[in-house]
């Protein structure tokens, strides 16, 4: 299984998101890949917080950095999911670009700043253009957030 992240397969055109484009030096720079658990199959990306990213009490991390994690590694997932699910590689023609159509986020508890954020995807449903994505972001063992979005491959 390749080890290349998922963002840097994206085409030079798709390398500019703020929170995953490997060509936007003031972006976040998430990287997605594979994770296989016992169970599951799930994908996985980690991120470490920067004093700037507080949500105001300087030790909790802000709810959009959180919403824009989730965010990119869900559409992350989704592409990821649909390349498989055609039995392709990723970045191969024709390429497959998902964006947001919906994503919720519950804020579980604060998120810690110190530490690095773990994000976890799992495609749930995969129909038509339409990607099912359930999200988590934990750190410590502790989960700080959950989301779901609905993720729809551009035509
Ligand atoms: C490879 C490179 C990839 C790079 C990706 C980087 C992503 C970074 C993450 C982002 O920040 S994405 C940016 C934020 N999102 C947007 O700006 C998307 C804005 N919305 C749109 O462009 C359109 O609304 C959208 C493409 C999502 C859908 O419009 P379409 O006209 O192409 O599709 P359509 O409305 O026919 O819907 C297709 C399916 O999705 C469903 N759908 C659309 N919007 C929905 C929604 N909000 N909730 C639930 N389902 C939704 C819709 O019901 C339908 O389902 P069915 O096929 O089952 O009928």
Redesign the pocket.
């Known amino acids: 299984m390749s080890k290349q992240a998922f963002?840097d397969?994206?085409?030079a055109e798709?390398?500019h998101?703020?929170?995953?484009?490997r060509d936007n030096p003031h972006g976040l720079q998430l990287k997605s890949y594979w994770h296989l658990s016992a169970d599951k199959e799930h994908t996985i990306a980690h991120f470490t917080p920067k004093p700037y990213h507080t949500g105001g009490v300087p030790d909790n991390a802000y709810g959009g950095l959180i919403a824009?994690l989730l965010?990119?590694h869900?559409?992350?997932s989704a592409?990821a999911a649909a390349y498989k699910a055609q039995g392709r590689d990723m970045?191969t023609a024709p390429?497959?670009?998902?964006?947001?159509?919906?994503l919720s986020v519950d804020f579980l508890r604060p998120t810690p700043m110190e530490n690095k954020l773990t994000i976890l995807g799992e495609v749930i449903q995969l129909?038509?253009?339409?990607a099912t994505v359930k999200l988590s972001l934990s750190t410590n063992d502790q989960l700080c957030a959950t989301g779901t979005m609905?993720?729809?491959?551009?035509?």
Do not use: N
């Not at 998101?17 to 484009?21: A, D, E, R, T, W």
């Not at 390429?95 to 919906?102: E, N, P």
């Not at 129909?127 to 339409?130: F, V």
């Open positions: 963002q397969s994206y085409p798709f390398s998101c703020y929170g995953c484009g824009s965010d990119c869900g559409t992350a592409a970045g390429i497959l670009r998902f964006v947001t159509a919906s129909e038509g253009r339409k609905i993720a729809v491959a551009l035509k």
